[in-house]
């Protein structure tokens, strides 16, 4: 996966709203974020397939960096 498709990932992230993230089950949330992305760029299944393996394995990542946004703004 190249860079400038994590860091659009990432912008996708950030911009959910956190409520929606930390109410997600895992597999809600990586189905959702790769919804999101598929919106904004066209994905080969190589891309697609990356990106779910990284959003997989990087929830709880995703948890913590929505949760301490959160705590951040309040």
């Not at 809600?28 to 760029?41: G, T």
């Not at 997989?56 to 960096?65: A, G």
Request: hydrophobic share 45%; proline share 3%.
């Amino acid at each position: 996966m190249d860079a400038s498709l994590l860091r659009l990932l990432w912008c996708v992230i950030e911009e959910t709203p956190t409520h929606l993230i930390l109410g997600m089950a895992p597999a809600r949330l990586c189905q959702h974020l790769l919804n999101k992305m598929a919106f904004r760029v066209c994905l080969d299944e190589a891309q697609h397939q990356a990106l779910k393996s990284y959003i997989t394995s990087h929830t709880h990542l995703i948890w913590e960096s929505r949760e301490r946004a959160s705590i951040c703004v309040a």
